[in-house]
């Protein structure tokens, strides 16, 4: 079972990127899943999370202008990042936790990153 993040990029202050990942392999179910991100030097810290049962949690220097999603039938999470910020730079890796055979117990996997600049 493996993630895989992709949509970072380079933006202008102000502009907008879509993240995505997707959960490969065979699992029963996707329990919880969202985005952290890290920058040089910083602790990395919790973004965006979204539950099973599609409660989220932002923290609060995202809210209103990140959106997180997911789409069950596909095993894909998305990040819509509006109004970004260079403060907003970092890389970005999707965390989920996933229970691979309907044991209820999870497990704890994280994608390999993707690269989010936004220059002043």
């Known amino acids: 079972v493996q993630l895989q993040a992709s949509g970072g990029g380079m933006v202008q202050n102000g502009g907008s990127l879509r993240l995505s990942c997707a959960v490969s392999?065979?699992?029963?179910?996707?329990?919880?899943i969202g985005w952290y991100r890290q920058a040089p030097g910083i602790q990395r810290e919790l973004v965006a999370r979204?539950?099973?049962?599609?409660?989220?949690n932002y923290v609060d220097s995202v809210k209103g202008r990140f959106t997180i999603s997911r789409d069950n039938g596909k095993n894909m999470v998305y990040l819509e990042m509006d109004s970004l910020k260079p403060e907003d730079t970092a890389t970005y890796y999707c965390?989920?936790?996933?229970?691979?055979?309907?044991?209820?117990?999870?497990?704890?996997?994280w994608g390999q990153g993707t690269q989010v600049t936004v220059s002043s």
């Open positions: 979204i539950n099973s049962g599609g409660n989220t």
């Open positions: 392999g065979s699992i029963y179910r996707i329990n919880d």
């Open positions: 965390n989920a936790n996933v229970d691979v055979d309907g044991s209820r117990r999870l497990f704890a996997l």
